[in-house]
């Protein structure tokens, strides 16, 4: 009924980043039962990255502030992505140097990666904490390399920490001057794809006999 308000379609633009069609139907659905079907399941989505499972992600792309980096320079720009267990300590789940160098000259060309055709599997429980980390893999002579962190939460996650969306990349080491955080930035695509793996039993288990009492 309200098809044509601004507001109403800069609000179905925001939910599905496409726009609203002429005749108030969803894209590729059956009229506005369709739109209400997919409104409703963009507003259930959350529930799915509150559960344990296996969620594949992808990251589409990175973008890096220029300002950050002297003129001139060539940047290969790296992620990997870690786990930390309660001390803190990191184990490397995935990682972007395999697939080759993503070259970028600061002052000349935009400082930007992608991989979204290298998707990736982790298996996640509530409170397991990840963290993202991008870097510049060519840092120079006697150069610290520039890294920048999706820094996890401080408590344990009751959500997926990878879920979808555009987040702000922050420095490892902060910048003098101190630079806009939304100039670097991280697109993550990500969803469930399953439930955790049975854990394995032990053979001596299964040759017990069983025992009925």
């Known amino acids: 009924m309200m098809?044509?308000?601004?507001?109403?379609?800069?609000?179905?633009?925001l939910l599905t980043g496409q726009p609203a069609e002429g005749n108030g139907a969803a894209p590729d659905g059956d009229g506005p039962g369709a739109l209400?079907?997919?409104v409703a399941g963009l507003l259930e989505a959350p529930e799915e990255f509150r559960q344990p499972g296996t969620y594949q992600v992808a990251i589409?792309?990175?973008?890096?502030?220029?300002?950050?980096?002297?003129?001139?320079?060539?940047?290969?720009i790296q992620a990997r992505v870690l786990k930390l267990d309660p001390r803190g300590r990191s184990t490397t789940l995935w990682e972007t140097k395999p697939y080759?160098?993503?070259?970028?000259?600061?002052?000349?060309?935009?400082?930007?990666a992608g991989?979204?055709?290298?998707?990736?599997?982790?298996?996640?429980?509530?409170?397991?904490?990840?963290?993202?980390?991008?870097?510049?893999?060519?840092?120079?002579?006697?150069?610290?390399?520039?890294?920048?962190?999706?820094?996890?939460?401080?408590?344990?996650p009751r959500e997926f920490p990878l879920k979808p969306g555009t987040f702000p990349l922050e420095p490892?080491?902060?910048?003098?001057?101190?630079?806009?955080?939304?100039n670097n930035?991280?697109?993550?695509?990500?969803?469930?794809?399953g439930d955790l793996p049975?854990?394995?039993t032990s053979r001596a288990d299964d040759d017990r006999p069983l025992v009925i009492k």
């Not at 589409?60 to 290969?76: I, M, N």
């Not at 000259?105 to 400082?111: Q, S, T």
């Not at 963290?131 to 996890?152: M, T």
């Open 3 to 13: 098809k044509d308000h601004p507001r109403v379609q800069a609000l179905w633009m």
């Open 36 to 38: 209400a079907k997919v």
């Open 60 to 76: 589409p792309r990175v973008h890096l502030d220029p300002s950050l980096f002297k003129a001139g320079h060539t940047v290969d």
């Open 100 to 112: 080759g160098e993503q070259l970028a000259v600061a002052g000349k060309d935009e400082l930007s």
């Open 115 to 156: 991989w979204p055709q290298r998707p990736f599997q982790v298996e996640w429980h509530p409170g397991e904490r990840l963290l993202v980390e991008v870097y510049d893999q060519r840092p120079g002579l006697f150069v610290e390399p520039r890294r920048f962190h999706l820094a996890p939460p401080e408590s344990e």
């Open 172 to 182: 490892a080491d902060r910048p003098d001057p101190p630079v806009d955080p939304r």
């Open 185 to 193: 930035t991280i697109v993550l695509r990500s969803h469930r794809v």
């Open 198 to 200: 049975a854990p394995a």
